[in-house]
């Protein structure tokens, strides 16, 4: 038996196939959660399994002590594609995140971090200092000291009063995933970035949840022209596979020495060929462009449904009361599998490859529920 820290449904999945599941009794589910936006390219996409298998016919482990051809393609994919610089392959997004704050302290011994109300960040020691939700921080103290959080919304003057010379980052999901799917206005990145640079301190993005295409973009800060220092990754990177990335720009890609940080299973040949897997289709002409209008449709039908909708491409929420009971009546009356982050909250975070088709079918479940 496993510790119960999961509130968990009562079904058994053991079979997912692009936007679909199917439990132990045969019944099959539209999945809008994608495993919290890992399932990027839905379940078991055929070029993802081709290269899981392969590559794990070929060697699956080596160790960071030496090189293997998947990380170094992996991680020089992912710099070009974001920041520029370095990559640190990890296992998951909160080790991305202790990544990130060791890299930060490491170029600003002793520095303190400027986080925003209802951000997300993980739930190791580092990552859930960083992560001001008091559910999720009073069982754990006393915390990792100096994280300081602020507004997420309104003027940014809270949170420029907040970075000083002693700040070594401002550390801000772009789009907030676990408090509820809240974008984060480009006025306060804005913000952000300019306070850093007048402090010498870095900023950077975690886009664990948002990034990927979820929005349409590779990654949400694109939309806002604000450009990180750092950024971190993980979720859909592995469509399902156990993987994380913590990505510099030039200017910080050798503050970390060797033997400042290390993973045994990070970087492993499988999970990187996976990766590269899931980076090959979403890099497929028109394929981001078809994740935003996929998001259109699937905003506007909820939208028709009277359903106050926030987020941006296949990243939204409805804002509804019970939200829990909604969440499980859905699940298992009407097949479709969503989450609630909350009392009054619903998310959906469907597979990118979800169809115009896949969508109104959900749409009309959703409606059916909700009726009831």
Known sequence: MVIGTYARNPVEFVRGEGCRLWDAEGQEYLDFLAGISVVQIGHCHPALVEAVTDQA?????????????PAIRLAGRLSDLALGGKAFLCNSGTEAVECAIKLARRHKPGGDFVVLEGGFHGRTMGALSATPQESKQAPFGPLVPGFTAVPRSGAPLPLV?????????????????ESGIHPIHPQILAAARDACDEHGAMLIFDEIQCGMGRTGDWWAWQSSGVRPDAMTVAKGLGGGLPIGACLTSPEYADVLQPGDHGSTFAGGPVVCAGA???LDVLSGDGFLGEVAQRGEQLAGGLRELGLEVRGRGLMLAFA????????RR???????????TGPDTIRLLPPLTVTSAEIDDALTRIGEGLLR
């Open 330 to 340: 859905l699940l298992l009356e009407q097949h479709v599998v969503v989450h609630a």
């Open 276 to 278: 590269s897997a899931v």
């Open 161 to 177: 009063s907040a970075v000083t010379d002693r700040t070594a980052a401002v550390l801000i999901e772009p789009i907030q995933g």
């Open 57 to 69: 016919r070929r060697l699956m482990h080596v160790g960071n002590l030496y090189y293997s051809e």
């Open 320 to 327: 509804i009361s019970d939200a829990p009971d909604v969440a």
